[in-house]
């Protein structure tokens, strides 16, 4: 049973950063391409960004670009978002998902994940 908990949420003033973090279990999560989605009060859960089973290639959301780093260890099972220069429209839950099947590359299409964190809050204070 693939399992995914993500962690490092919390209250940061604008400007700031934080870096969340997502460990994997159940399957081999080298293999997988993970992404991390987000959902604001009254919004429809977003695509943050996405990286590669390697680590090689990494895909972001406009609104988060030059702001926002995925990374993976393959060797620890966790992937990672480091957010820096937050905004309080960066506010909202924020899900890690891996994808149904391996693929090359990253995607944003949420129909191609099947598993998913139970979400971490992040609230940015102006």
């Known amino acids: 049973q693939v399992q995914l908990v993500e962690s490092g949420g919390g209250l940061v003033q604008a400007g700031g950063s934080r870096r969340l973090s997502c460990a994997a279990s159940?399957?081999?999560?080298?293999?997988?391409?993970m992404g991390w989605f987000r959902q604001a009060p009254g919004k429809e859960r977003e695509f943050v960004g996405a990286?590669?089973?390697?680590?090689?290639?990494?895909y972001y959301a406009d609104s988060v670009k030059g702001r926002f780093t995925i990374s993976r260890d393959n060797a620890k099972n966790t992937v990672y978002l480091q957010m820096n220069s937050l905004k309080p429209e960066d506010t909202a839950v924020y899900y890690c998902?891996?994808?149904?099947?391996?693929?090359?590359?990253?995607?944003?299409?949420?129909?191609?994940?099947?598993?998913w964190g139970q979400g971490t809050q992040v609230t940015v204070s102006s």
């Open positions: 990286i590669s089973w390697s680590g090689g290639s990494t």
């Open positions: 998902a891996s994808a149904r099947v391996p693929l090359h590359i990253p995607t944003t299409d949420r129909g191609q994940y099947a598993y």
């Open positions: 159940g399957r081999t999560f080298s293999s997988y391409v």
